[in-house]
């Protein structure tokens, strides 16, 4: 391992090598507490695509796994070190290559914050919408290599939906150029949306071209809140058919209205349920979309409805939204879950997750993208007792089969990672885990990169 | 090959296998010229997913590739039979299994017409946006295996956008299911957006779920018409940097316009380009955004700008966009490109096209999606002169040259099919062209499905 090391260090660079277990345990695992890691070899911070490429050919050589790592904000253990692995992390490829607003693209490193990109772009009037909620610290590689998604998906999509084109180091180090500047485009097999979402399995994104909107208009807001779980997603049904595309459309429940409630000393007037949505249409048509919201609100039997377009006045009230989860911290650590459910389930999702609360006896709060029915059920317990924690362990798996029970998907962004391995296998069946595991051969034969995780090998 | 014969026959019943060779004729080429095909064994045309499963295994039993066809419509030649094959034709499997309008999606089979699609899912006031020009007889299936576009894009993006899930017969003729029915979702590899645009080299698609949207309103026209070429080049460069993004934006060049002017004998005021925007945002918003173009149109030198709210005209002021490749027959047959480029490049393409016209002594009309940059320069020929064919194949590879030097790609939207294989070869790379093989390999090992187009194993 000493020879490994050492070209290591004459990739990169010594300083950009570490291996001190003090230094490395911070990068053994992301933010998913359930998700097995293990002790790295070194971790290693290339600055360039030719230090990544030499990093692979010797790792390769060496017959060493890679985990490539982004910011570490993962949600689902996919950056998790596996034992004696190299982490290669690119959180010093960050440089904003070039914005083209005349054609409206981006060409960005993969260590670049998706905040820095945000408000770069923003400076020529544009937008890159992924928006993840660890958007002031996550890196556009992990947003890549995880296909994340955000508030924004319900009217803009995911981040595949941004990606023009990409560089990728192979398992050889042999430098694949995927996609295209332009915004349309066939020549050849989707490459690009291959490697969005394979979360570090099938080579390290060393470069990404983006696309980017024009900037959308100041959002208006809504909220409404309701007296039942089921009324307020006879709401959101009834928004979806009414033909209405907010930008944002949250949902929470009961228990993460009183979690906030009690943290920020309010009374949000919402007995089972409230929903925030905004439209960043502008205008009239802002007006007409919120009124068209307001109207399947009442319909369904919301308690009461308040629209506004003051900007500072629509961001106070997404603070209840943005609150949960350092409320929930009150009574306890949290564990996070994501599904994704079809739009007119997800009244049955949260009662469902009611049900689930009471079997294993913890707090199971609801919040989630209501407009495209990913929910994340998020589970309290205390961290000091293993007891709790392997009843959390419960409520996190019987969320995951009430969510395909319910048609849905056992991840809606956050993705398989070392966390849901069994799940996708549940989800996809044998034939869809074989194509898995044929198309990873076909390009990471020796299984060099992040092995086992999203599925063994 | 009688054994195969009987082996197919069992499996779709002796109606539906085509050994005729005055009936296979019609079965053996799509509407691309250029193409190279070949004489099929077989033609067959399976009823169900169950009997394209039966002719899967047959023919990788017997070892008589197989290449998938809808309707024929496209331009690529990805659907010409090659010699002694089975061609594949899904136009019999056209049932639209499912429309649920609460979750806006639809379930079809691959044989279901576009048009068909479009209009079923109107009645629920519901969008399917991808339209290629051949809406009204090319198949899902095609649109789906060559990831179509259309004049939607602009605004609504490619097929691919569109889908949710897939339901795939593979080499061996197991089935699989891709994806997922909520709008959501990343769990394991997006082999859905693998299959969309595969032409028919992976697998056979038996099923969609497709992603529907809410029906637009009623759109607004503009037309602009310029002196220069490059004047319309910089009209459609401000509309993109000032954040505009209309439902349609078409462009004519000369050549288009006085083709059209002669056959619809017209005079269209339009000396050098004409471009045709829509917006589909209804009320107050449409007429900001025709308004922008208008203003985008006139500070690029527009020597006419009109706009127009109702429909008939708006459709009308279309009909001479609609009307070029009818009013080029006048002159001789046609040959269509397809080239995307950056959209800060289209006056260098058209100007471009000019050039290469003079060159080679042919008409060439360039049209094409404005808004994308997707531009489909139209090559007339004399077909009975093979002098002529031989300067309009000239014609078509210089345009993609002209494309690729641009900073574009050699298929916006048609493919690659049997007719620009060297130039995926050319635009991808030997790294890119490796992991073609690599994918193609390991799901198709034994190269059953459409072997030779879109690259050479």
Redesign the interface.
């Known amino acids: 391992m000493e020879s490994l090391l050492a070209e290591l260090r004459a990739a990169v660079g010594a300083g950009a090598v570490l291996t001190d277990a003090d230094v490395t345990a911070g990068y053994r695992r992301d933010m998913m507490p359930l998700a097995p890691h293990g002790q790295p070899l070194a971790v290693v911070l290339p600055s360039s695509t030719a230090q990544v490429r030499a990093v692979v050919r010797a790792c390769a050589a060496a017959g060493t796994p890679i985990v490539p790592r982004g910011a570490g904000s993962g949600l689902s253990g996919a950056a998790n070190a596996v034992e004696g692995c190299v982490v290669l992390v690119t959180t010093k490829m960050d440089a904003i290559l070039e914005i083209?607003?005349?054609?409206?693209l981006a060409v960005v490193e993969p260590g670049v914050v998706n905040l820095d990109l945000r408000a770069a772009v923003e400076k020529h009037?544009?937008f890159y919408p992924p928006d993840p909620s660890s958007y002031d610290w996550c890196t556009i590689g992990g947003n890549l290599a995880?296909?994340a998604?955000g508030l924004c998906?319900v009217k803009y999509?995911?981040t595949?939906?941004s990606v023009l084109g990409l560089e990728v180091v192979?398992a050889d180090g042999?430098?694949?150029?995927?996609g295209?500047?332009?915004?349309?485009?066939?020549?050849?097999?989707?490459?690009t949306?291959?490697f969005?979402?394979?979360e570090g399995t099938l080579g390290v994104i060393t470069r990404a071209t983006l696309a980017l909107?024009?900037?959308p208009q100041a959002p208006s807001t809504l909220v409404a809140t309701f007296g039942s779980t089921a009324a307020a997603g006879a709401a959101v049904?009834r928004v979806?058919?009414?033909?209405?595309?907010p930008s944002l459309m949250e949902i929470m429940d009961r228990t993460s209205i009183r979690a906030v409630e009690q943290h920020l000393r309010t009374d949000l007037n919402a007995g089972a349920a409230l929903l925030l949505c905004q439209s960043d249409?502008?205008?009239?048509?802002a007006r007409?979309e919120l009124a068209a919201i307001e109207q399947a609100c009442v319909g369904a039997g919301a308690e009461l409805v308040y629209a506004t377009d003051d900007l500072a006045e629509g961001r106070d009230l997404l603070t209840a939204r943005r609150a949960v989860l350092t409320a929930l911290e009150v009574y306890g650590a949290w564990l996070t879950d994501d599904v994704?459910?079809?739009?007119?389930r997800i009244a049955d999702l949260i009662t469902g997750c009611e049900r689930i609360a009471a079997e294993v006896g913890l707090r199971v709060a609801v919040v989630g993208?209501a407009g495209?029915?990913?929910m994340h059920p998020t589970i309290v317990y205390d961290p000091s007792s293993q007891d709790e924690f392997a009843r959390a362990e419960r409520a996190f798996d019987e969320i995951l089969g009430l969510g395909l029970a319910l048609?849905?998907?056992?991840?809606?962004?956050?993705?398989?990672g070392k966390v849901?391995r069994e799940?996708?296998a549940k989800?996809?069946?044998p034939?869809?885990l074989?194509?898995?595991r044929?198309?990873k051969?076909?390009?990471d034969p020796e299984n060099l990169f992040n092995p086992g995780s999203?599925?063994s090998p």
């Open positions: 083209d607003p005349d054609n409206r009037g544009l995880t296909n998604g998906c999509g995911v595949t939906d192979l042999e430098l694949l150029r995927t295209r500047r332009t915004v349309k485009g066939v020549a050849g097999y989707d490459l949306k291959l969005v979402g394979s909107r024009p900037l049904s979806v058919a009414e033909g209405v595309v249409s502008g205008g009239e048509a007409r994704c459910v079809p739009r007119t993208h495209d029915g990913n048609g849905g998907t056992v991840t809606g962004e956050h993705g398989v849901k799940w996708l989800e996809i069946g034939v869809g074989r194509v898995h044929d198309v051969r076909a390009l999203m599925f």
